[in-house]
């Protein structure tokens, strides 16, 4: 009885997936065809809305794809790498043609990047990359990736964080969750750095998970084992940086240095009344809605140049003296940017990419530089005959003169910190490029 | 029986246990074709030695032999291989799988295909010839869970020839500990006559609490005493009332039930009225009047009705019409708490099921029903003193054989229905509910159970008893209620001078 | 013989306790700072939350169901409370503790009256929760900035006491009365014992069942505004981890996933042990990685020690 | 006993009860093809059995212990080890790595099976336990890094297509489950898995080997994990600490939803398969719907607890109680 109802369920069950498959047949593909005009479906991905910097990230590529005149989808996969992918390909099945966002860990990179290209979507993405695998080992369909380069955000901290200690002090270091590039990256950085200063010490590093209360619970912690002898700590995320701030507050230490990496809304306050001393902007809204912009421009009809494919994106430090001009350029209910203007396509000739972009040349990718390669693995050669042809200096060059609107500048009041920052490693070292209003 | 032809001995088994001596220097011989019984008071070894002999324990000396050879069963499943099965008190079958699974459980080997997948078409069809042979009217290809009792109990019995048949022994040794505790007279009688039937090709050996079973279709009765052999009965040569005496090692009154004891001038108060109660299908229009310290009993075949008759009255389960009264109140229908409240306890047939909890200790069963009563109403913290006091009061009134702290599993099923009654006995009940309260007691506990019954009910408390065993019913009661496929066949006195007999019942019943 | 058995069981009752002294010995001698009564006191007040979820968990967990909300539980009392708190102040707290009931009700309601198994309930509502809290707080922290709310950690109600060290003890205080001395905590062992035979003794089991899970609410609340309280924020996903290691503290502290055995002080221990463990372990600096490895050896060490095995039929 | 005459009435139930999972899949396919046409698609029909079949082996797996009333909880533990312990030693991507994830994958399900048959601890802490050290293990051999597995061979295993449209990992993993299936129902080894999950004294007075199959339980559920990691890090190319998380809670609901019951003995691996095919398909439609994520927890909260109070309808008596 039992087994035979079973049966028949399974047997149903099959019937209905072919119906649906017969249907797809049938009907589905004339929806392809009738689905080229009119506004087109873009999606972004990004790992999680309970984060502080993926909701501005949000804001960013939703503003953007509606400033195109386009349809706005999101999709959040829990830091789940499974279930990225699959976003992907489900949205990718039903004909969205143009995709950005982030990915939950660098592993993933490589089969998102396969995905598209397969499928022939038009993919920008931001923060994440594999290790040894450029744009042009997928394939055409992966336009550009923005990094704002965590080494040396994470030496930008440091340096700070020497600054605002007298080049004298024990810090501790709370990274992001295990295996986050980006987060690590920001901890060696600020390791790096940190060698200049003889009298700066790390006393110990800790994964804070990117949330508040891991580390609010981390630094509790350590109060309770370094107690005094605290001066500082370096958070690879704001998130943690306000928990460990609030952590410090509760123990009653006062005068410990904290700084943090994205800015972001919720947290500004902390900055403005002191209980962070400085946080590292990396513009997520924009990092998000530029890559949507350049999926846009990939699928009407632009086509990044070599150079183009990997570019590292600038950033800022805010500290108490301009968390106001932040706030209030950022923090609105809209953001500064006019993201038509970024479109190539729509602006061929006056875009502006309202932001520093400098190319990376992947061999000297400060990313990979501690990363073997595969075995086997070459990167592409176009990448070194870009090199020696002079491209990269052509294009670091040409993002340079189209970058006009400095709204996002810090003002020159907030001098030192009044310039946005990009790494830069066309040469044979990484140096940075800066640029004041 | 002529011939006699040995077909298992014993020879001085023991057995301890931490802290008891379970089996004492034990001979034992089983001749083929016989329907042997065991009988003695709980805890006396029977069960013990029937574990012995089918290897679920293993013997601290003494030698056993089996058709004249040496048999030395590792574990039950060698037990079973070599011809030796047990039917267990409770029962060994595993509900959620099917008939034919339970049966050849652990001996699939036999059924085993070349690429590995169990035959289950020769398995079923083998379960079926066998079920048709033995007059079991079950699918194999069922859950025994769906199985009535009586038809489990025939599937472990089926087990044990089908299992002597695949290692090729034509005369399995079939133990059956107790296998009647829960049947009702119509099942326990058609086991009896299968088990006649079965005796041609097998040998039975069979330990009952009901001695007139016992008496009626054993051979040879051995009693056990203290985890020794104290004698060998012929049925057709004694009464039980020897039998009696010899398990308990003294004289045992002939009135077990107390009859003499019988105050038929129970109070006019109606302490409970039940009217016009109908679960459609089930039981109908059952109108029921209970007098103050009255024993009414409520007899009849199994599935007529009257266990589902006790729950409905005491809300475990609905009923669809018709109206429960206690002390001149209606109380809900299906709210235990409300009988409760209107104390009125419930003493259930599955002692281990819903009587007691057998991983909390003996003061904690007793003083459940009573514990929101011995707590202060706005705190509700227990009153550990007079807890105490209730509880010592209970154990040695009720005679319990445990510690307070005891474990209540760890107690013999006598001592746990003493549990059971006394934390009714406990909260001071107005009315008691007992639905078969001595199934799977030995008589000398029964005998302290039926006691105690007198003792409550001349303290004022009426009692409603729902019972399958007839001698039972006509001992104790004031009044019988005979029930017939859901409907009142019968009502009658049943006063201490005006007891009906055995016949006149069962022609109510049927 | 029984002399034996009883000398056993004396020893498997200390068993746990000779546990935590070993390694609390170990760290002590290590690190002699690890005891001094600052580390003590702020031992107490980071194991506050685990301690608070666990004594409302050991009362589910006694009566042999469990509770896998608690976590998403705690997290949307926060943010109810944070969300309050501009308005209410001190009255935010109650409602956000009033709101963990609510929830506590809900799990209890559908287990009893829908009837169906207590761990995909709670499993179900946890994501519920989970997206309710993050609806609500729109997926990012709620910043608290009213003072008689942060005093609910910070401030001290009796002596210098700070609160979150002695909200904890309160709990466990009451948690140990109403389990061990009243009426209902005798009910919870009966029905964790044996369901049937205590709804047949006239027990209002659904009753209690109900009234078990909207304590462990309740407690989710109270640990979730104290969380609240002390981050200054309610944050997504705060209370998450509170939910495994609340199960986990309640059963190395011994009290059994069948229901029946065990006790809030035994949760206790449960709560001390892995505390200890990890403060001790963050002392020594250990990688992540190896912390968590310690962490399981220790639980199945722990649990090893304190299982009571003659106490149930057999171990699944 | 007196069941007998309500038992006409009962087998109807049942009969619409055991559609109950077709029936949501059904109704849950109708709302989605009308919340987004995209959904109807072939190819995401092909997306949506492709997650499908690493879930369904994983769920599978766990069946095995369920049904003997304990539980797994390492799953996670499981996925993060196997794949990054086989990726560690064998990153090359070749038959021998996928040779180790299966083998590493069985070991850890051995393992949890010796500490729950051998020293007799509750399955429930014993894997909780072994969850943190197999992820402590994964996350010490990668620092939380993930290893990148580039073969083509390994990628094929699912993402290949044998056949023209549909994934390799669909097929193969029907393969193994459809074995598994076999395995649980049509051999000695399931049988005794069942009836330990029945009964366990009964059991083992019948002469089963019940420590002998408690740890059998946990292996199979360790190999099926193991399988269901190979092809999920085929899938994505790679093997990394953070890979299980999720898998935990969503394959327990699916085993449940298809009907296998927490408490042992009832259900089987069979019908896990629907339980699995609810779990996806919710997701993927309410991704698609466009379905916000705090909402489509919600949702997924009260279908699957209705779905619960679906199935279980027959098997209750109005005195039931629940734990």
């Not at chain 1, 080494?151 to 901290?157: C, F, H, L, T, V």
């Not at chain 2, 079991?136 to 048949?165: G, N, T």
Request: with cysteine.
């Amino acid at each position: 009885m039992y087994k035979n109802s079973f049966k028949k369920a399974t047997i149903l069950l099959i019937c209905v997936f072919l119906l649906a498959g017969a249907y797809s047949f049938a009907g589905g593909e004339q929806e392809q065809n009738a689905a080229a005009a009119g506004p087109q479906k873009m999606l972004t991905t990004y790992c999680t809305m309970a984060n502080d910097f993926f909701l501005t990230f949000d804001q960013g590529a939703k503003e953007a794809v509606e400033a195109l005149g386009n349809e706005y989808i999101s999709a959040t996969d829990d830091r789940k790498p499974e279930k990225f992918i699959s976003n992907m390909s489900s949205y990718a099945a039903s004909d969205v043609k143009m995709m950005s966002g982030y990915s939950p860990t660098i592993g993933s990179v490589i089969e998102a990047t396969k995905l598209v290209n397969r499928e022939k979507v038009y993919y920008s993405n931001v923060l994440e990359i594999a290790d040894w695998w450029t744009p042009l080992d997928a394939g055409p369909y992966w336009g550009m990736f923005h990094f704002p380069d965590a080494r040396a955000i994470g030496m930008q901290g440091g340096d700070v964080m020497a600054e605002a200690l007298q080049k004298k002090g024990k810090t501790l270091l709370l990274l992001g969750f295990p295996g986050s590039k980006a987060g690590n990256d920001r901890g060696l950085g600020y390791k790096i750095a940190l060698e200049n200063y003889p009298g700066m010490e790390v006393l110990a590093e800790e994964y804070g998970d990117f949330t508040r209360d891991k580390g609010y619970s981390v630094t509790a912690d350590w109060i309770i084992k370094y107690g005094d002898e605290i001066d500082g700590i370096y958070c690879t995320n704001t998130s943690m940086a306000v928990g460990a701030a609030v952590a410090c507050k509760e123990a009653g230490l006062t005068d410990v240095k904290i700084i943090g990496t994205d800015a972001n809304k919720e947290n500004m306050k902390y900055l403005k009344d002191g209980s962070l001393y400085g946080i590292c902007g990396i513009f997520g809204p924009w990092l998000a809605g530029h890559a949507a912009v350049v999926a846009y421009d990939m699928y009407n009809g632009w086509e990044p140049t070599v150079a183009e494919t990997m570019m590292s994106t600038g950033f800022i430090m805010l500290t108490q003296d301009n968390a106001d001009w932040y706030i209030d350029t950022f923090c609105g209910d809209k953001l500064p940017y006019d993201w038509k203007k970024m479109s190539r396509t729509l602006n061929p000739d006056n875009w502006d990419p309202q932001n520093l972009m400098v190319p990376i040349f992947p061999e000297t990718f400060s990313n990979w530089e501690f990363v073997e390669k595969p075995k086997g693995y070459e990167v592409p050669k176009e990448y070194s005959e870009a090199l020696a042809s002079g491209e990269y200096k052509e294009i670091r060059q040409l993002y340079l003169d189209h970058f006009k609107d400095h709204t996002t500048v810090p003002p020159s009041s907030s001098a030192p910190y009044d310039k946005v920052f990009a790494s830069n490693n066309i040469g044979s070292e990484t140096v940075v490029d800066v640029l004041t209003k | 029986m002529n011939e006699r032809e040995l077909l298992f001995r014993a020879e001085g088994i023991t057995k301890k246990f931490p802290g008891v001596r379970a089996l004492n220097d034990v001979n034992i011989e089983i001749y083929t074709n016989e329907i042997l019984g065991l009988s003695g008071e709980n805890g006396a070894g029977k069960s013990t030695l029937m574990k012995v002999i089918a290897g679920v324990y293993s013997k601290d000396s003494g030698r056993m032999l089996l058709n004249d050879q040496e048999y030395r069963p590792e574990n039950y499943r060698e037990g079973t291989s070599k011809g030796i099965s047990m039917v267990f008190q409770e029962q060994n079958l595993v509900p959620n799988l099917y008939g034919y699974e339970n049966i050849f459980l652990s001996h699939e080997k036999f059924f085993i295909k070349k690429s590995g997948v169990l035959d289950t078409r020769t398995m079923i069809d083998k379960t079926k010839m066998y079920f048709e042979q033995f007059e079991i009217d079950a699918d194999p290809a069922k859950r025994v869970s769906s199985y009535s009792f009586h038809q489990r109990q025939l599937v472990e019995i089926v087990r044990a020839f089908m299992i002597s048949e695949l290692y090729g022994i034509n005369h399995p040794l079939i133990l059956l500990d107790e296998p009647t505790a829960a049947l009702a007279e119509k099942e326990r009688e058609l086991l009896f006559s299968q088990v006649t039937k079965f005796s041609k090709n097998a040998t039975f050996c069979l330990i009952s609490h009901r001695l007139s079973e016992m008496m009626t279709y054993c051979n040879r009765i051995m009693v056990l005493r203290d985890g020794e052999l104290v004698g060998e009965v012929d049925p057709k040569t004694s009464e039980e009332h020897d039998l009696h005496t010899m398990m308990v090692g003294r004289e045992v009154s002939r009135d077990i039930y107390g009859i003499s004891k019988q105050d038929d001038d129970f109070q006019e108060e109606k302490v409970m009225e039940i009217k016009g109660l109908t679960e459609e299908g089930v039981y109908k229009d059952i109108n029921i009047e209970l007098n103050k310290g009255m024993i009414l009993g409520l007899g009849g075949l199994v599935g007529c009705g009257k266990r589902d008759l006790g729950k409905a009255i005491y809300g475990i389960t609905e009923y669809q019409s018709g109206s429960v009264l206690v002390n001149g109140s209606f109380v809900k229908k299906g709210k235990i708490s409300a009988m409760v409240k209107q104390r009125v306890g419930y003493i259930p047939a599955e002692r281990k099921g819903f009587g007691i909890i057998e991983y909390l200790p003996v003061s904690w069963n007793i003083s459940l029903p009573s514990i929101f009563e011995l707590a202060n109403r706005f705190m509700l913290k227990v009153d550990r003193k007079r807890e105490k006091t209730l509880i010592d009061k209970y154990i040695k009134r009720f005679r319990i054989k445990a510690s307070p702290e005891d474990m209540c599993y760890s107690l013999s099923g006598g001592n746990q229905q003493k549990v059971v009654l006394a934390k009714w006995i406990a909260k001071n009940l107005d009315i008691v509910i007992l639905d078969n309260p001595t199934r799977g007691v030995d008589v000398g506990a029964k005998e302290e159970i039926y006691s105690l019954l007198r003792e409550i009910v001349k303290e004022g408390v009426s009692v409603l008893m729902i019972t399958d065993d007839l001698l039972e019913l006509i001992g104790l009661s004031n009044q019988i209620m005979i029930m017939k496929e859901g409907q009142v066949s019968e009502i009658r006195d049943a006063g201490k001078a005006s007891k009906p007999t055995e016949n006149e019942l069962v022609r109510y019943m049927v | 013989m029984k002399e034996s058995v009883k000398r056993t069981t004396a020893l498997m009752k200390y068993l746990p306790l000779i546990l935590l002294v070993v390694v609390s010995l170990f760290f002590g001698i290590l690190y002699p700072r690890f005891f001094s009564i600052k580390n003590v006191l702020n031992l107490i007040r980071q194991m506050s939350f685990l301690m608070i979820v666990s004594m409302g968990m050991t009362f589910i967990i006694l009566m042999g169901s469990i509770d896998a909300s608690v976590g998403a539980n705690a997290t949307f009392c926060g943010v109810i409370g944070a969300l309050l708190a501009p308005y209410l102040g001190g009255g935010a707290i109650i409602i956000g503790i009033l709101a963990g009931a609510g929830v506590g009700a809900l799990n209890g309601t559908i287990v009893t009256k829908v009837k169906v198994p207590s761990f995909l309930v709670t499993l179900s509502l946890m994501g519920a929760l989970d997206g309710a809290a993050l609806l609500l707080m729109h997926s990012s922290p709620v910043n608290i900035s009213n003072q008689t709310f942060l005093d609910f950690s910070n401030g001290s109600l009796l002596f210098s006491l700070p609160n979150v060290d002695l909200i904890p003890i309160i709990m466990i205080a009451v948690c140990y009365f109403v389990i061990n001395k009243t009426a209902f905590g005798r009910s919870l062992y009966a029905i964790g014992g044996n369901e049937q035979a205590t709804f047949y003794s006239g027990i209002r089991v659904r009753q209690i069942q109900i009234i078990a899970f909207m304590i462990s609410g309740i407690m989710a609340g109270v640990a979730g505004c104290l969380q609240a309280s002390m981050f200054e924020a309610a944050c997504p996903y705060m209370g998450d981890a509170l939910m495994m290691n609340s199960i986990a503290a309640v059963v190395i502290g011994g009290t059994q996933l069948s229901g029946g055995v065990g006790g809030p002080l035994r949760t206790v221990f449960g709560v001390v042990l892995i505390a200890i463990i990890g403060s001790g372990m963050n002392f020594m600096g250990v990688e992540p990685a190896t912390r968590h490895i310690v962490t399981g050896a220790i639980m199945i060490l722990a649990v090893s020690v304190n299982i009571d095995r003659s106490k149930m039929a057999y171990v699944k | 006993m007196t069941a007998d005459v309500r038992k006409t009435k009962k087998i109807d139930i049942k009969k619409v009860v055991n559609l109950v999972p077709v029936i949501v899949i059904i109704a849950l396919m109708i709302i989605f093809s009308f919340l987004s046409p995209a959904f109807i698609r072939f190819r995401n029909l092909v997306e949506i059995l492709q997650l499908s079949s690493i879930y369904l082996l994983i769920a599978a797996g766990v069946t095995f212990p369920i049904l003997m009333g304990s539980i797994d909880l390492s799953i996670t533990g499981i996925i993060v080890g196997s794949g990054v312990i086989a990726a560690t030693i064998a990153p090359v991507g070749g038959l021998f790595t996928v040779f180790l994830i299966l083998f590493i994958g069985l070991c850890l399900g051995l393992f949890n099976g010796l500490l729950v048959a051998k020293i007799k601890l509750p399955s429930f802490i014993v894997t909780l336990a072994t969850n943190f050290i197999y992820c402590g293990i994964a996350v010490a051999l990668t620092e939380g890094y993930n290893i990148n597995i580039r073969s083509n061979f390994f990628s094929n295993i699912s993402n290949g297509r044998m056949i023209p449209g549909i994934p390799n990992s669909i097929i193969l993993a029907g393969v193994v489950y459809i074995v598994f299936v076999y395995l649980s129902e049509k051999t000695k080894t399931g049988r005794y898995i069942m009836a330990i999950g029945g009964k366990e004294d009964v059991a083992a007075r019948m002469g089963i080997n019940v420590a002998k199959y408690k740890i059998i339980a946990f292996a199979l559920s360790g190999l099926l994990i193991g399988c269901g990691t190979l092809f999920l890090s085929a899938r994505l190319g790679m093997a990394s600490a953070r890979l299980g998380s999720g898998y935990l809670f969503n394959t327990l609901i699916a085993v449940v939803v298809g009907g296998t019951a927490l408490s042992g003995g009832v259900g089987g691996v069979r019908r896990t398969i629907l339980g699995v095919l609810i779990i996806t398909i919710l997701e993927n439609g309410m991704t698609l719907g466009g379905i916000d994520v705090r909402i489509q927890y919600m949702v997924k909260a009260v279908i699957l607890i209705g779905s619960v109070f679906l199935i279980s309808i027959p098997d209750r008596s109005r005195q039931d109680l629940m734990k």
